[in-house]
């Protein structure tokens, strides 16, 4: 699970900061659908793992006051929102 979710954590805290002062400015999180169910079995730690990187992402946007782009294939976009 450490290696799943911290360097997503490492990553958002690292270059957050220098995109969140940029007009039009993104930050892009790429997951998949594992974090919304157990695709197959032996998977959960995964699925647990996925779920807790998209809180994170429910966090960062709320501290950085950014929105989440829609988009699919599991892309979830962090846009300026100023």
Not at 2 to 29: I, M, Q, W
Not at 71 to 79: P, Q, R, T, V, W
């Amino acid at each position: 699970m450490h290696n799943l979710l911290t360097p997503h954590f490492v990553a958002a805290k690292t270059f957050l900061p220098l995109v969140a002062d940029r007009e039009g400015s993104t930050y892009t999180f790429i997951t998949g659908v594992s974090g919304e169910r157990v695709i197959v079995p032996g998977s959960g730690l995964l699925t647990v793992a996925i779920a807790g990187l998209f809180s994170l992402i429910k966090v960062l946007q709320g501290e950085w006051k950014v929105r989440i782009l829609p988009s699919s294939d599991g892309l979830i976009n962090f846009n300026n929102a100023k």
